[in-house]
């Protein structure tokens, strides 16, 4: 079986889940499956040292930040047309189980054991919705005979990311975060099971503290939900950037990781009281390159200035 080779070289081992570099020094997963407790960040066997996490207040997405550099890193898909594009995603979830019937009819299959190998599979997103305040969600059903390697996903597998091709590109689209479940025979939720069903009808799914039967004319498939990457651009590019101040003669500068592939402007603002800012006119400095990161020096004259603070925004346009 052939790997999808961009995106599974950008997966790397984050204690029993997946992260995916994304710049030279940062890879992002979900925040929902903690810290690898001090473990490091394995990527293409080789370990990088974890220096910090910057957790999205509005999602569960996590970006962790390594001393190192990664050799590659995923490029970010931006635009917000991921319904009816086929996906890989890639986890470490269980292995498949035994099959599941209802009714001497075979509906899917059990979650099977874990055992922390790393895998992928296809799907098509047929769905991208808010599920909260700025954090939305892709969705995609476990439906047989769709694709060659259609897949779902199982416990494990949070953290690893479903990538989009585009032009020849594998990009990152979003990164695991739940399925759909717990199923029951039962009215009042006894013996709970999840899997990988593609037909639910006749179970009884839990929706909060409710159990509710699954009926319809149509066979109703478990879905996955992976955190929509292309509403999240400019937080992304906020914590990649990692402004870092400076002076240069008469100048004040301002030094910063940019991406040049995404719909993010970049602004250097000023101050002189920490409390009115303006844009700030800069002269920028391209540093070096790295794929579609830029480092960046931005120079403000700071003469006649005194004090003069910097910062940056970002913003998805």
């Not at 710049?23 to 040292?49: D, E, K, M, R």
């Not at 949070?158 to 717990?182: E, H, P």
């Not at 709970?192 to 039967?213: E, I, K, M, Y």
């Not at 149509?218 to 990692?242: D, E, H, M, Q």
Request: with cysteine; glycine share 12%; aromatic share 14%.
């Amino acid at each position: 079986m052939l790997f999808p080779h961009e995106g599974w070289d950008y997966e790397g081992s984050w204690g029993e889940f997946l992260g995916t570099a994304i710049a030279p020094n940062f890879f992002i997963s979900a925040a929902h499956i903690g810290q690898a407790g001090g473990s490091p960040f394995t990527l293409q066997n080789v370990n990088y040292t974890v220096l910090r996490g910057f957790y999205d207040p509005q999602s569960d997405l996590v970006i962790w930040q390594v001393a190192q550099t990664f050799p590659t890193f995923a490029s970010l898909y931006s635009r917000p047309d991921e319904i009816g594009q086929v996906t890989i995603d890639i986890g470490r979830g269980t292995q498949r189980g035994v099959s599941y019937s209802l009714n001497n009819q075979m509906l899917g299959w059990l979650w099977g054991p874990p055992d922390g190998t790393q895998r992928w599979g296809e799907n098509t997103f047929s769905d991208a919705f808010q599920y909260q305040t700025n954090w939305d969600l892709l969705y995609a059903t476990f439906d047989p005979g769709q694709r060659t390697e259609e897949c779902t996903l199982s416990s494990g597998d949070s953290g690893g990311a479903a990538f989009i091709n585009d032009g020849g590109t594998w990009k990152l689209a979003g990164i695991n975060y739940a399925v759909d479940g717990d199923y029951s025979e039962h009215a009042d939720g006894s013996n709970p099971f999840t899997g990988a069903l593609f037909d639910t009808r006749g179970l009884f799914a839990q929706q909060g503290s409710q159990w509710v039967l699954v009926t319809g004319s149509n066979p109703v498939a478990t879905g996955f939900y992976p955190t929509r990457i292309s509403t999240k651009l400019a937080w992304i590019a906020s914590v990649v950037a990692s402004p870092v101040g400076g002076h240069q003669g008469s100048f004040a500068t301002l030094t910063y990781t940019k991406f040049t592939d995404i719909p993010v402007s970049y602004s250097v603002e000023q101050s002189t009281d920490l409390v009115n800012w303006t844009i700030a006119t800069t002269t920028d400095e391209t540093v070096s390159t790295s794929g579609n990161a830029a480092v960046v020096k931005s120079k403000v004259d700071m003469t006649g200035l005194s004090p003069l603070f910097l910062r940056l925004r970002t913003t998805q346009q």
